[in-house]
Every structure is written in structure tokens, then in C-alpha cells.
């Protein structure tokens, strides 16, 4: 039997893009310019997360021309953005023929209390996450892949490994927990009892668990990765920088050899002006784009 | 002492660790190559799905590409899934994207439509007798043609998804995304020949 939207051929396409990085473009310009480097997949956006900021305003799905414009552009996959809980954007974005829509604090939430049913549709899903007990409710709705929210268009990685930290370590922890305790656990991080048990039998989320976020250079990439990631989303750290080209191109190669120092030093070189940024501790709280969901 | 075989795994980008636990739990050892000296003392090599542009950017930047190929015409047993059979083609229809080109086959990128069109299904493949296969099928290409000495071992309608020329086996799906085994297995079976050949002594253990 022939099946289509199964879980499976959601979950597979994120494990096609591990250890890859997945670049935010604004124009088929960008798109081919991040093909060249080598990413992975191109998110498909209006204004990149720094502009989005210095814009103000609500900020909404973007217009589906850009969107076709960018898939007719490369071969490589094409995600684009819905709000939170925008299930009418989430039906749009699947109509065009999206590979993956990403439910987005970056963009103004449609919905205070309700998420998206991912479940319903046939594209797949990634969901920002700052917590596991937030990832587990993703995936049960049907989030087919989860990244870090980390604090998008800043510049500044310490949200990013703040969240990736924050759901390594829970899941360490359920891993010593006695299975009696399990549920209490459930209970206290809002979660699913039965991933969280998922979660403790395999040591990491069911799905592929990327970050994103804040990563504007090669170092910061390959810090994720060795934290744990399985790969990175750069949002507005290559387009906001001086040389663009040679910075994506630096941070596929720092994704791919995180793990070796001097390669890193390498492709580190000479990259021109990083993304100016915006240090997290000089963010109003009703600046911060993380609170966003739940 | 036994040796166990030793299997490269193409690790610069994609799904190559559901590769490295097939072959793990198959009796290999799995060596995740990202650079040129992994592929000293390698018994067969996987190219896994993943981007095919960017694992063929990656593999060019980082010398990989005409080693591999030396070790290929060397008779070194090569199994590619999904990218990996784009990789391994000679001709890829409307691209010019680095490759290894090393299968007489033409090979027809996301054929089969975007990612809401991926789909799985039911595959006879020849040689694996009369159960089934459940392939699974992502944003996946196909061989639009297939050249001298060329065997197909399986297809969708009159889509080619699987075949085989001398020590290279190339697949449109992910065998390694389920529980099934023997699409490796066909891969071991090269394997073993190689080692013969060579006269090394090393074990599926």
C-alpha cells in the first residue's frame, strides 16, 4: 500500500537535513547565494528576524510570490513560516507546496492559547522549543522535527545555548529517574507521559532537535553541534553580514567539523563584519520573541 | 581474534547515522568519514541521504571526491541512498552540481514531486525473495536511465529505484530509515566478494 503524510516521511525529511545548516533567505538571490554555499534548505521569508525586529508592527506569513519565487530558485528544500496557531496560513503555506512550515514566535502569534494540529497535515512541522516539557508538546502535536527558539535576530547565541542546555540536561535527568517517578515528571513539565518515557528509553527527543536562534558565526555553529544538536538553523547572522557568501559557506563547514579545532580555526578566517547584534540583557521583555507560545 | 569488516559512512551532512546503527547491528564496524585519511583501510563505503548538493560541495572542498573515485575503480563496494545515488550517478538531468559520478546511470532529481508528495510503499526487489520491501521515499529521485552494465533490482511503475553495476549499489529510498535489513545485506554480500578478492580476513561478526 502506497501511503502519503505518514509520520515517518515527515521525521525523514528532518533526518535528511542533519548536520546541515538551513539558512533565512528574503529573495531568490539569497536562496541561490545559500545553495551555492551549501545549505541544507533555504527558509523562505519576507524580512529576515533583525528587520522583523527593527520594523515593529504584526508580522505575518509572508507573501506567497516571494515564496514560489524562492522554491522556482533552488533545488533544495523551501520552508516558510506561519504564526503560531495560524492554522489557515499553515493550510496556505501547504497548498504552495512548502517542505516544512515552521509554527513561528518570530512572527506576531495569530493564537494565545492553541497551537496548530500538525497532526492534520500532510507537510511536516518544526516547532521552537526553550524546554523539554515545550518540545514534548510540540511533537505531540505533530512537530515532526523541534529547534531551540533561542532569542531570533539578535546576534547573540546565549538563549540558543541556554535552551539547548536546558532540554539536554532534562533529558539526562529522566534518564536517572525510577519509572515511578515518571509521571510526576510528566506532570511537572507538562508533557506527555508516554514520550516522556520515550525520551528516557532513548536519551533524546524523538525527532531531530536543531538550534536556532542568535548564531551569527562559525564558532557559535559548532558550539551547538557540540552541545548536542543534530543541526542549525543562521536566521538573520548571514544576510545582515558583511560578506555573506563566505560567512554560510564558513558556517556549512563548521557545522559538518565541529568536532575539529583546527578546520574551525580555518574556515574562521578572514570572514569580514559579523551581524552588529543586539545583547540579550539590553532586550525589553516585550522585545523578547522566546515568551512567544508555550 | 576476529577482524569485523570495517564500513565508511559518508558523514559530512544528512542521515548518516541511521546507516552507522543498520550496519552496527548487521556485525560491521562503522567509521564516519569526513576526511581523507577515514578512508584508509575501509571495506566498502555508504554515501547516505541527505543534501545532494551540499554533501558534493563538502565532499569537493575537503578532497574526498577523487579518492573516493580511485577506491571505487578499485572495485571498493559503494552503496548510495537517495543523494548518495545522485552522488553516484554520471548524469543528472538539468544539474551540474559536483558528483562522483561513478554509475553508468542518468538520475532525475526530486522526481517524484516536493516533500508533501513523498510517499512509502510496497517494493518487489529482486533477490530478496518474495516479501516485500517498505520503502520510503523523501523528496526522492529517480534512474531516468540506465546504461551498460546496469542491472535494475527494483522500480516504482516504470521508475527505476534500485540498481546495481559491478561493486556500486544505488537506492531512491531509505532502507536505513526502517527495520529492515536486507537492502544492506545485498550491500554486505559485495562486501564480502571485495574482502575475497583482496584476500584480507575479515568477518561479518
Redesign the interface.
Known amino acids: 500500500m502506497t501511503e502519503q503524510g505518514t509520520w515517518r516521511v515527515k521525521k525523514g525529511l528532518a533526518e535528511m537535513l542533519k548536520g546541515g545548516v538551513i539558512m533565512d533567505v528574503t529573495t531568490p538571490e539569497q536562496a541561490k547565494i545559500a545553495e551555492e554555499a551549501g545549505a541544507c534548505a533555504v527558509m523562505a521569508l519576507e524580512r529576515v528576524p533583525a528587520d522583523i525586529r527593527a520594523a515593529g508592527g504584526v508580522a505575518r506569513m509572508a507573501d506567497p510570490t516571494v515564496i514560489l519565487k524562492i522554491m522556482d530558485a533552488v533545488t533544495i528544500p523551501v520552508m516558510a513560516k506561519c504564526r503560531i496557531g495560524h492554522f489557515v496560513e499553515a493550510q496556505i503555506l501547504e497548498a504552495l507546496g512548502a517542505d516544512y512550515i515552521d509554527e513561528s514566535e518570530v512572527l506576531t502569534p495569530a493564537d494565545e492559547n492553541f497551537h496548530v494540529d500538525k497532526n492534520s497535515f500532510k507537510v511536516p512541522f518544526v516547532c521552537g522549543a526553550r524546554n523539554l516539557g515545550e518540545a514534548l508538546r510540540r511533537i505531540r502535536e505533530g512537530a515532526a522535527m523541534i529547534r531551540t527558539k533561542g532569542e531570533p535576530g539578535t546576534g547573540d547565541v546565549v538563549e540558543a545555548v541556554r535552551h539547548m542546555r536546558m532540554v539536554m540536561g532534562e533529558i539526562r535527568r529522566l534518564q536517572n529517574l525510577p519509572r515511578e517517578e515518571m509521571m510526576t515528571a510528566a506532570k511537572e513539565m507538562g508533557a506527555p507521559y508516554d514520550l516522556v518515557l520515550e525520551v528516557a528509553e532513548l536519551g533524546r527527543l524523538p525527532v531531530v532537535n536543531f538550534a536556532a536562534g542568535g548564531i551569527a558565526t562559525p564558532a557559535d555553529a559548532a558550539m551547538m553541534m557540540q552541545l548536542g544538536c543534530d543541526g542549525i538553523f543562521v536566521g538573520s547572522g548571514i544576510f545582515k553580514s558583511g560578506d555573506p557568501a563566505r560567512r554560510a559557506k564558513a558556517i556549512v563547514a563548521a557545522t559538518t567539523h565541529y568536532n575539529d579545532s583546527k578546520i574551525l580555526a580555518e574556515v574562521s578566517r578572514d570572514l569580514g563584519e559579523p551581524m552588529v547584534g543586539i545583547n540579550i540583557s539590553t532586550l525589553a521583555d516585550i522585545d523578547r520573541m522566546q515568551e512567544r507560545g508555550w | 581474534m576476529v577482524i569485523p569488516v570495517r564500513i565508511g559512512i559518508l558523514?559530512?551532512?544528512?542521515?548518516?547515522?541511521?546507516h552507522e546503527k543498520m550496519l552496527s547491528s548487521l556485525g560491521c564496524e562503522a567509521i564516519q568519514v569526513?576526511?581523507t585519511e577515514h578512508l584508509a583501510d575501509i571495506d566498502g563505503l555508504v554515501i547516505p541521504?541527505?543534501?545532494s548538493?551540499?554533501i558534493g560541495?563538502?565532499m569537493n572542498?575537503f578532497k574526498l571526491t577523487d579518492r573516493i573515485r580511485d577506491l571505487a575503480g578499485d572495485g571498493l563496494p559503494v552503496f548510495g541512498t537517495?543523494?548518495g545515488l545522485i552522488l553516484m550517478a554520471r548524469e543528472i538531468v538539468d544539474?551540474d552540481q559536483p558528483r562522483l559520478g561513478l554509475m553508468n546511470i542518468v538520475a532525475h532529481?526530486?522526481a517524484f514531486g516536493?516533500?508533501?508528495?513523498?510517499?512509502?510503499?510496497?517494493l518487489e526487489v529482486e533477490g530478496l525473495g518474495p516479501d516485500r520491501f517498505r520503502a520510503?521515499?523523501?523528496?526522492a529521485p529517480y534512474i531516468e536511465t540506465v546504461r551498460n552494465g546496469v542491472d535494475v533490482l527494483a522500480s516504482v511503475g516504470d521508475k527505476v529505484v534500485l540498481a546495481k553495476e559491478k561493486n556500486l549499489l544505488a537506492a531512491a529510498f531509505?532502507p536505513e530509515?526502517t527495520d529492515d535489513s536486507r537492502v544492506h545485506s545485498l550491500f554486505l554480500k559485495e562486501v564480502e566478494k571485495f574482502l575475497a578478492n583482496k584476500k584480507k580476513i575479515r568477518a561479518i561478526v
Open positions: 558523514a559530512l551532512q544528512g542521515a548518516f547515522i541511521e569526513r576526511k541521504g541527505g543534501e548538493t551540499t560541495k563538502l572542498e537517495c543523494a544539474s532529481r526530486n516536493r516533500q508533501v508528495d513523498s510517499f512509502e510503499t510496497n520510503v521515499f523523501i523528496r531509505h530509515l
